[in-house]
């Protein structure tokens, strides 16, 4: 991808702090663009944010609940009024490193809401938030964060369930949106050495590492930035005619167990 692609465009990245949203919120400065790091983490996404300012491009922090209307309305106004607007949404926030593997009946009913509220409530609400200023811009892109785990993982019922939401979401909202010449597609990635991946597997990345190893064609351990490339594609002009589709970025990999 040429340099500077991005110039003059704003992008929101939620979930930007640290893992895989840090990833892709360097990477969308790397193309020019101005992102607003939205997160819960604040003392991590301020650094984020200095970081890149730091580095010569322009960053925000927005702390932001993507469950609470009223914290996701204010994160789309912090990038009004910082950056003029709002060209691309990356809805990667979510409900994971605290999710503890287990039969579906030993999963609570609030935390089952707690995560539909947040990883797919959530990505509904970003995109509401910021559909006024897409549109007052002449159209826009929206990238959601899926996982594989929506194509059956068992044991963990709530996050396959909200993430299998996101992808039918996904294709719903590219079809109402399409009008208005904004985009909306997903990324499905497969297990990725992030903090939150090293939380659930107890802090042991040498068996994700072996995992990796057996159920990837690519036996690899999929790093952050594993998917930048295929966000950059996708809220690039390159892409102006793909919209509702998932792209699956794993490896390869064709065993969840």
């Known amino acids: 991808m040429k340099a500077d692609t991005l110039t003059g465009k704003v992008a929101i990245v939620t979930g930007g702090a640290r893992g895989i949203g840090r990833a892709y919120a360097e990477a969308l400065v790397g ?18 944010a200095a970081a890149i300012r730091a580095a010569g491009g322009r960053a ?30 990356v809805n990667n926030a979510a409900m994971f490193a605290s999710l503890i593997g287990g039969p579906l009946t030993e999963i609570s009913v609030e935390r089952w809401d707690k995560t539909m509220a947040v990883n797919v409530k959530g990505a509904w609400l970003c995109i509401k938030a910021v559909l006024p200023s897409m549109r007052a811009r002449g159209g826009g892109a929206i990238v959601n964060q899926s996982s594989i785990s929506a194509f059956g993982m ?8 909200s993430k299998a939401a ?27 050495a992030t903090e939150g991946y090293s939380q659930i597997m ?11 190893k057996s159920s990837q ?20 002009d390159g892409a102006r005619f793909v919209t509702g589709q998932t792209h ?8 969840l167990g």
Do not use: W
């Open 60 to 89: 925000l922090f927005q702390p932001v609940d993507v469950s609470d209307p009223v914290s996701t309305e204010a994160m789309a106004a912090a990038a009004v009024a910082e950056f003029g607007g709002v060209d691309i949404l």
């Open 154 to 161: 068992p044991y963990m019922l709530d996050y396959t369930a």
């Open 166 to 192: 996101v992808i039918g979401l996904t294709k719903s909202v590219a079809s109402e949106l399409g009008a208005s010449n904004i985009r909306v597609n997903c990324i499905a990635p497969g297990g990725t």
């Open 31 to 48: 193309e020019g663009a101005a992102v607003v790091i939205a997160d819960m983490l604040e003392a991590e996404g301020e650094a984020t």
């Open 248 to 255: 699956v970025v794993d490896g390869g990999r064709y065993f």
């Open 202 to 212: 107890g802090g042991n990345m040498q068996v994700a590492e072996e995992r990796a």
């Open 217 to 236: 064609l690519i036996a690899e351990q999929m790093k952050p930035d594993a998917m930048v490339g295929t966000l950059l594609h996708l809220v690039s």
